[in-house]
């Protein structure tokens, strides 16, 4: 008799929690196929650990054991994805969240969600502590910059809880880049938990106050995998089969993290592996965050 092996426990949880958001199509099994059907994977930004699940399930063949012929395409800056799915240009996209997506379906893009990776929002505001910013009301009169790809609406609905009057707050586009915020000339920015967050105490930024709208009543769960709506309606077992070895890619990266990096620096070979790195605790924080079952 072959003795069973025990299920690795950040597997079990990840899959429980993802699965939890898989019902937007009553999906099939997988599918396996003897011919590969292409299919891409639009990504919301640059390749990075951000999307590590995605480039070890292709690494390890497993979108292919799945019959998937895989592209993993990255975003950037002039890139958005959700006009990209809808239109078919690609099949699946890694894109912002519950706030992305429902804009998307305002403007009438035919775009389903069928997976959310972060069960908490990524978004944190913060100030340095020398600024005298210590609450939501101090916010009056001060230059705060922030994506307008969905925390706008977080920053948003966190003053008006606080009836900090929007027309007396200087809300700006934030850049790529954070200097802005190191030098000083900008009161509060928008950081995400796993990247510029770390990227600021490896500058040395630690004096900071953080607003984490999670804790402060205004969550919304972010990285959505999405899907166009007749598309997925038409091809569940494609769908399904994404699903499978996407899951499984995710849940094998966060079990062996350094193994997953490697795979990702495979497809940024000029990249700063010690910052892809970093950015694993916090990924895996937001994927696990809530009672899993």
Partial sequence: MVASTPVNPITRRVCAVILATVAAFAFTGPSYAKELTKASLRLKWLASAQFAGYYVAKDKGWYEAEGIDLAINPGGPNIIGENLVASGVDTFGHAGGAATLLQARSKSLPLAGIAMMFQETPYLFVAREKSGIKSLSDFQGKTVTTWFTGPQFMLQALLKAKNVPLDKVR?????????????????????????????????????????????????????VIIVNEKFGKDNQKLVQSFLNASLRGWSYALGHPKEAIDIVMKAIPAGNRIEQEEQVPGLTELILAGPGT
């Fill in 171 to 223: 809300i700006q586009a934030q850049s790529a880049s954070m200097v802005p915020f190191i030098e000083g000339k900008i009161d509060v920015a928008t950081v995400t938990l796993y990247n510029e967050l770390p990227a600021l105490k490896r500058e040395g930024i630690t004096d900071l106050t953080l607003f984490n709208p999670a804790t402060m009543g205004v969550n919304l769960p972010n990285e």
